[in-house]
């Protein structure tokens, strides 16, 4: 952990969910400080870190996940320094159920939305990315170029097993994400009506 106290403000605020506040990073555009207001909630942060850390020792990719980059101390607290998702032309990108939602500028197609969840998926699955809350507000539709884009998993990674089985066997990896896959993306309500008007099927 670096000794220099980092100056957040509202200004930089970029997002809250249940757990974290979320803030630019004052000194590199490409990173955010998220600071854990939630004290409940401390298991789930440490094991999402201890899973990026491993995954990061595997080599996994990390091209639908945010890199952990250690701790920081800053004026709201200790604070921990992950990735700031943009697109190719600098703007923050924007939540999945933000698209879902008609709130995003311009929305994305239903066909495009099953289109990435698809790709998503089977990226965990080939990689055995373990996920526990790969809903849609941790997810990011993050343009790499104006007609190029992938679902970027923000939050929600981890081996939620006391015992760990699922890091070190396919079978048990796949079997978590097979099951938060059902309940936090094919029975979302907001969802129905996407995979209804395309017909999705896993
Ligand atoms: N790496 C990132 N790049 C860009 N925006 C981000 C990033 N991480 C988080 N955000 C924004 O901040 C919001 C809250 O972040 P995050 O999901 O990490 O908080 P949380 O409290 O752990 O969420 P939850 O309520 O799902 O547990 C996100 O919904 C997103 O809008
Ligand atoms: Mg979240």
Not at 3 to 23: A, W
Not at 124 to 129: A, C, G, R, S, Y
Request: aromatic share 10%.
């Amino acid at each position: 952990m670096k000794n220099k106290i980092l100056r957040l403000d509202e200004t930089l605020l970029i997002g809250k969910g249940g757990v974290r506040e979320v803030y630019q990073h004052p000194d590199d555009p490409l990173k955010c400080i998220k600071i854990t207001f939630n004290q409940k909630k401390q298991r789930s942060v440490k094991r999402e870190i201890n899973s990026l850390r491993l995954y990061h020792l595997r080599k996994k990719p990390f091209e639908r996940i945010t890199r952990f980059h250690g701790y920081c101390l800053t004026t709201k607290g200790k604070g921990m320094v992950f990735d700031l998702i943009r697109d190719f032309d600098g703007k923050k990108s924007v939540m999945l159920s933000d698209h879902v939602a008609g709130k995003a500028e311009p929305c994305l197609q239903p066909a495009e939305i099953v289109y990435l969840l698809s790709d998503l998926f089977e990226h965990l699955l080939q990689h055995n990315i373990i996920i526990s809350d790969p809903a849609p507000h941790n997810l990011l539709v993050h343009y790499t170029s104006e007609n190029k884009k992938k679902l970027v998993l923000i939050d929600g990674i981890g081996n939620p097993q006391f015992i760990k089985l699922a890091d070190f066997s396919t079978h048990y990896a796949h079997k978590i994400i097979k099951d938060k896959w059902r309940y936090y993306i094919e029975e979302n309500a907001s969802l129905k009506h996407i995979f209804a008007i395309t017909g999705y099927k896993r």
